[in-house]
């Protein structure tokens, strides 16, 4: 039996591997509105961790020929994972984990204030470590032509929020695996600069809408046209974030390695280490035929290829190895899922509802992170059961310090 559902479409097949997970009515909505643009491949795929997202669902995969749909990518491009096994072991860490967290959290800058001004905690308020300065090296000539085409997707914080973690459901994690093995797991992406790209090519693929008097059933499915000029300038931006996002995760590793270190003066790193974008498009073959893959909350699981499946606060995550399926486009889904929103877990969880749900794991317990209390996602052993035939478990990763932006 396949591991898919079928959705009811009137536009390109809707292929779900959704079985005992739900799908709220508006993320259906989503599905069907892109499956009925013109320049879908075969069908969309949808993953188990599926919910509303901006014009298109979190946890969808949108095949195209000849055109991309900014907003499908969305707004944090180049956003996801990466993952490293030590050679600590779960007998060397010490009964009171609140140092090494504090300590993490003076490494990486996380959160944001000041309206993400001057003094935002978010971004480096010094200069940059040596990391991160040598990732930018790298980057900077990419940017500036980026910016010198499109002046107003510039930001002033291209080189200052390089290694630093955000806001939201990111995350720097110690986790330990079933033989009791330390991993370091973190989940971030291209922070302000990425936004900022993504949010003024949204912008201005509507306008190309609107200049060509394209009617869709949602303006955020607005799209470029393979050969325009948005198009190409959009796929040079889109790339450039996306390397970022990578960069940006090895400097935040490389700096909780380091606070590591000082405690762990012998620790090591294996070579099972796992860095994986879930916002993005790639070129890429499928069905015979070569397309815009779009991932929007989802993972490539080619065979053999190793990615990270994160749970939610206080929840077991995965290291997985791909199977290659190809009715996903070789792809699995990237988390948990979301089962309500930011504004209905405030509604619903008390801080007495977090604390007890993240018992054991040295995390903040205060009312700022509500929204994130495990009881606000879905469950991820269900995730996990119905994307059975997409990926193999290799590590099961329980969080024991986690830090949020």
Known sequence: MSGFTHIESDGAPIKAWTRGVPIEDSALKQLRNVAALP????HVAVMPDVHWGMGATVGSV???????????VGVDIG????????????????????????????????????????NDKGAWQVEPPAVAA???????AGYDDVVARHPKAAHPRGFGHLGTLGTGNHFVELCLDEAGDVWVMLHSGSRGVG??????????????????????PDQDLAYFAEGSEGFIDYVRAVSWAQKYARANREVMMEQVLEVLRR????????QEAVNCHHNYVSREKHFGKDVYLTRKGAVSAKDGELGIIPGSMGAKSFIVRGRGNPDSFCTCSHGAGRAMSRTEAKRRFTLADHAAATAGVECRKDADVIDETPMAYK????????QSDLVDIVHTLRQVVCVKG
């Open 379 to 386: 469950d991820i052993d269900a995730v996990m059961a119905a």
């Open 79 to 118: 956003c996801g994972m990466m993952a490293v096994r030590t050679s600590i072991r779960a007998e060397h860490l010490p009964d009171n984990l609140f140092g090494i967290r504090s300590e993490i959290e003076a490494a990486v800058p996380h959160g944001r204030t000041d309206n993400g001004g001057r």
């Open 263 to 270: 405690t762990f003066p012998d620790l090591v790193t294996t």
């Open 195 to 216: 936004n900022r790209f993504g949010t003024y090519f949204i912008e201005r693929a509507k306008s190309e809408m609107r200049r060509w008097h394209i009617n869709l």
């Open 62 to 72: 949108i095949p195209t020929v000849g055109a991309i749909i900014p907003a499908a």
């Open 134 to 140: 040598e990732k930018w090296a790298g980057l900077k």
């Open 39 to 42: 320049f879908i491949h075969k």
